[in-house]
């Protein structure tokens, strides 16, 4: 299964960074005639990076009261018309999943006969599209789709193929002569989910560590769709992926020190709303930002205006401090460097507290950060107050 662009549609991922490409182009050069494009990316998705984790649900499971298994369907009668391919092929079906974090209706299906899975996707702007898929002992994999080609790297082991032309029938053929049948393995039917979501994530971790989506990536598919591609929009985008990837380190960071210190549920209320978490690979414009929230780049959508004298001045400070915290970023962790910027803070407004550290699943160092009250009578106190 190709995890990552089959799963949020190659169609839609494309088409997100492409109009995140376009939208940032417009903004730069027509600053007051973007407001109808940006509520249509946010209506979009509001983002060209999918989720780094997925939950199958079995469909029945999310059905309410008055709902029924066509409603989770964008394009009924084409994905009927697929999955009828598949059991006319002698594929059994195995359940019907819905994918809440991108809106994906998947239906699953297994050719015992030659360990072979076929899968019907349906998204409300990729369309439909199938995957025949088998995975094998060695962990590697193959997959044919009837999906447009992606323009995307993927890891050495999984063999893809892109058959847009082809029926499900053709593709299945085309698929059994071409892919290995030897040590073909398959999962138990009840575990089809959790090996799903589990492949998916491998296949994220994969492009996480290699920063998420490359500029070669993004320029192939601009040059396939024959759109401008200037270095403006390429920045943005990576921007938004390593955005994207450090948040997600910080929140599984955050959950290991939920764990590991057995917080209550107000004080991990409380630290999920106000933390800053520090981890081991962030960069220094991520350092940045953590240190100082006013730092435009971390929200690529609110950029001031740069023809602004005053934004000349702070940007310039800024650009001061990035290569300051990029010279020790050769030598010093993250934790370290930022710890030394709040130990050197004259700031008056702002009271940090170290909270504690992690190890894994990446090391980070958790803080809290509070704006101070100036107007705040620092020997009041509530309680008494409140008894008298």
Partial sequence: MMFFLQLVGAMFVALLLLILAIYLYIRWKFRSAFGKFADLLKNMGGAAVPPFRIKLKPRSEVLDADDELEDFLNHPDEFEERCGEYESLGFDKIDDYYVEEVGLAITAYIHRASSTYGIVYDHPMAGVWCDVYRKYEDGSSWTFGTNQETMMDYPDDKTVQYHPELSVADVFATFQEEAPSDNATTYPEDEFARCFERAYAEEMDWRISRGGATEAEIRRIAERDGTECTPESVAAILLQWRTAISQFHA????????????????????????????????????????????????????????????????????????????????????????KSMIESSDNPEVVWEFKGSVEQPIPADIWMRKWKDPDEDDDWDDEDDWDE
């Fill in 251 to 338: 929140e599984r960071a955050l959950k290991r020190f939920r764990k590991e210190n057995d917080l209550s549920r107000d004080e991990w209320e409380q630290l999920s709303y106000e933390a800053v978490v520090v981890h081991q690979e962030m960069q220094a414009e991520e350092i940045l930002q953590a240190f100082d929230d006013e730092y435009y780049p971390g929200s690529p959508f609110d950029m001031p205006d740069e023809t602004d004298p005053e934004y000349a001045d702070e940007r310039a400070a800024w650009n001061q401090k990035l290569d300051r915290i990029r010279e020790q970023l050769k030598t010093t962790p993250p934790q370290q460097i930022l």
